[in-house]
């Protein structure tokens, strides 16, 4: 069981725009920066949100972060068919003393 | 620019001792406000942080594996290396290697992964 609870799973149409969700306690998304992966199959996964609303290099800005108390908001808007992947959300968790993921949540663009 | 890259077996026996190493190239382990970790994924399932070293040696493990993970970077400024004790089936994993950065706990490069399986 995961510290960070996300969704299994989320789906909308290409050009629409999706929501992932991860919430965690103030031990963890209260106190510490959240960060978000995508994962492709294959390959490594890959920074897209980090500090909780900041976009590294090359990430389009239809890739944001929101954070509110213990939960954080992973957005995309104008789907296309290249997101469906696996997102993952991460942070610190002072009380176990270590890094934390979320179970991970499977974006399908229909 | 900052790659990473893991090496070691593929495949390990259980109750070994598996051991993993990654090279950094374009920078060092001693970069103020980085450390340095592993991560793994097993088949069908999600990413689990196993473990890190500041460039202070500081280290810091998932307290779920019970002690069994050691992160080092005893021999060189490049290269920093994990160490699983008694594997199991359940250790069957791609394991990554990454960089992150302090206070904000996030990893911006990492390695292309190494698929270990344990099996006899």
């Known amino acids: 069981q995961s510290v960070l609870t996300q969704p299994p799973s989320v789906s909308a149409a290409p050009g629409h725009s999706v929501t992932i969700s991860c919430s965690g306690s103030?031990?963890?998304?209260?106190?510490?920066?959240i960060s978000w992966y995508q994962k492709l199959p294959g390959t490594a996964p890959k920074l897209i949100i980090f500090?909780?609303?900041k976009r590294p290099a090359g990430i389009p800005d239809r890739f944001s972060g929101s954070k509110s108390a213990t939960s954080a908001t992973l957005g995309i808007t104008g789907l296309q068919t290249g997101d469906e992947a696996d997102y993952y959300c991460?942070?610190?968790?002072?009380?176990?003393?270590?890094?934390?993921f979320g179970g991970g949540t499977k974006l399908t663009v229909l | 620019q900052l790659q990473l890259q893991e090496s070691g077996p593929g495949l390990v026996k259980p109750s070994e001792t598996l051991t993993l190493t990654c090279t950094v190239s374009?920078?060092?382990?001693?970069?103020?406000?980085?450390?340095w970790g592993w991560i793994r994924q097993p088949p069908g399932r999600g990413l689990e942080w196993l473990g890190a070293?500041?460039?202070?040696?500081?280290?810091y493990y998932n307290r779920f594996l019970n002690g069994r993970v050691t992160v080092s970077s005893e021999t060189s400024d490049t290269q920093f290396t994990l160490t699983m004790v008694s594997v199991t089936a359940a250790d069957t994993a791609i394991y990554y290697c990454?960089?992150?950065?302090?206070?904000?706990?996030?990893?911006?490069?990492w390695g292309q992964g190494t698929l270990v399986t344990v099996s006899t």
């Open positions: 374009g920078g060092f382990l001693s970069a103020s406000r980085n450390y």
């Open positions: 103030a031990s963890n998304i209260g106190s510490k920066f």
């Open positions: 070293i500041t460039n202070s040696g500081n280290t």
């Open positions: 991460g942070t610190w968790a002072v009380s176990l003393g270590h890094g934390v």
């Open positions: 500090e909780d609303n």
């Open positions: 990454a960089r992150l950065w302090s206070y904000s706990d996030y990893a911006d490069v």
